[in-house]
């Protein structure tokens, strides 16, 4: 580990704590005694996501987030539930153990939760995923969330 104050690579471990995230070190630099504090957290492999052209990019927390808050804007949702519904799909895609997944089925997770969750920012979400082409493929996807009921 890399000393902050020196920038020495060479450092001792003095305490060891278990926190919410991971574990809480704290270290002392052999070189110039000052001691630092670090924190390591396990993470899974975060997967690629693959786009409808076929381009790759690393799964993005943020972007989905995003996505979910446009759909949910103006509506009387919770802010806890937006970032539970996130939490789950970003917990099924770092558990799932792929490298791999295309942007179709992150979609449609979405989609599932948010069908769930409320059913106008499903269909503010769907017009974008799904990109309807006209109005009467909106009309049939509103039918079908109506039977649904």
Do not use: W
């Amino acid at each position: 580990m890399k000393c902050p104050f020196c920038e020495a690579n060479d450092s001792r471990v003095v305490d060891t704590r278990p926190v919410d995230a991971g574990i809480r070190r704290r270290r002392e630099c052999n070189t110039c005694y000052r001691r630092f504090t670090t924190y390591e957290q396990v993470t899974g492999i975060t997967p690629f996501v693959v786009k409808s052209d076929g381009r790759r990019e690393e799964f993005d927390r943020q972007k989905l987030l995003s996505g979910v808050r446009k759909a949910c804007a103006k509506r009387p949702i919770p802010g806890e539930d937006i970032e539970d519904l996130v939490a789950h799909i970003e917990d099924n895609l770092l558990g799932s153990g792929r490298t791999e997944i295309s942007s179709k089925e992150i979609g449609q997770m979405t989609l599932e939760r948010l069908r769930d969750l409320d059913e106008v920012a499903y269909i503010r979400f769907a017009s974008v995923y799904l990109a309807f082409r006209d109005l009467e493929s909106m009309k049939k996807e509103v039918e079908k969330l109506l039977e649904r009921r």
